[in-house]
Structures are given as structure tokens and as C-alpha cells.
């Protein structure tokens, strides 16, 4: 069994900038994929980045290519999201998942991938 817990969220004018933290416990960090969703009211939840175990392969999703950073630092059992150039449409609870899925060619982008979940922690971001 794994536990994440997120911190970080809060809220933010457009332009700025914030950094998500997922600490993970339970069992070896180093098994799992660890990826970002985010879901907004009335709307389904969106893939948002995926890093693997070593930290070297990392994916996007389309939305927030170019301005968000996924990191791990394996040492401390923790995944970072770095959020940069923010938009109110960035606005939602954002949701660390991990998986021990093997992905071989296919992207790990769908909350199926995922069976670990944290509670999320909320972003707004205002005009």
C-alpha cells in the first residue's frame, strides 16, 4: 500500500507561478510511475504530466506543455510540479496518482493507468 499526500495549492494571480509537492510513503518510491491530473468543476479529470522511475522520461499533457515541470526526487520520496505562467483556466484541484504499471510503448495518461491516489490540493488562479 502507498500513501500520497499534496501541498502546495493556493491562490495565485495570472502570470504567476507555483510548486506542487506529492510526498509518497508506504513502500519502495522507485516502483512506481508517478503522474499529475487536475479536474475542475462540471469537467472530467485531465491528465496533466508523467514522470518514470528514474526521473530521466517525462510527458505532458497539451494544455500545459511549455509552462508545467514534473520532477522526483527519489532520495526524499517526493514528486514536484512546477507551475509556471498560470491561466485561469488552470484553476482546479490537482491530484498526485501512482502506478506500477510496465508501460513499454504506450503513455501512462489515463486515470486507469493509476491505483494510488492522494486527496488533491486546490489551485485558483485569478484574473
Known amino acids: 500500500q502507498v500513501q500520497l499526500v499534496e501541498s502546495g495549492g493556493g491562490l495565485v494571480q495570472a502570470g504567476g507561478s507555483l510548486r506542487l509537492s506529492c510526498a509518497v510513503s508506504?513502500?519502495?518510491?522507485?516502483?512506481?510511475?508517478m503522474g499529475w491530473f487536475r479536474q475542475a468543476p462540471e469537467k472530467a479529470r485531465e491528465f496533466v504530466a508523467a514522470?518514470?522511475?528514474?526521473?530521466?522520461?517525462?510527458y505532458y499533457g497539451e494544455s500545459v506543455k511549455g509552462r508545467f515541470t514534473i520532477s522526483r526526487d527519489n532520495a526524499k520520496n517526493m514528486v514536484y510540479l512546477q507551475m509556471n505562467s498560470l491561466k485561469p483556466e488552470d484553476t482546479a484541484v490537482y491530484y498526485c496518482?501512482?502506478?506500477?504499471?510496465?508501460?513499454?510503448?504506450?503513455?501512462?495518461?489515463?486515470?486507469?493507468?493509476?491505483?494510488?491516489w492522494g486527496q488533491g490540493t486546490r489551485v485558483t488562479v485569478s484574473l
Open positions: 508506504g513502500r519502495t518510491f522507485t516502483d512506481y510511475y
Open positions: 514522470v518514470s522511475w528514474s526521473g530521466i522520461t517525462t
Open positions: 496518482a501512482a502506478s506500477t504499471a510496465r508501460p513499454g510503448g504506450r503513455l501512462l495518461n489515463s486515470e486507469s493507468d493509476y491505483e494510488s
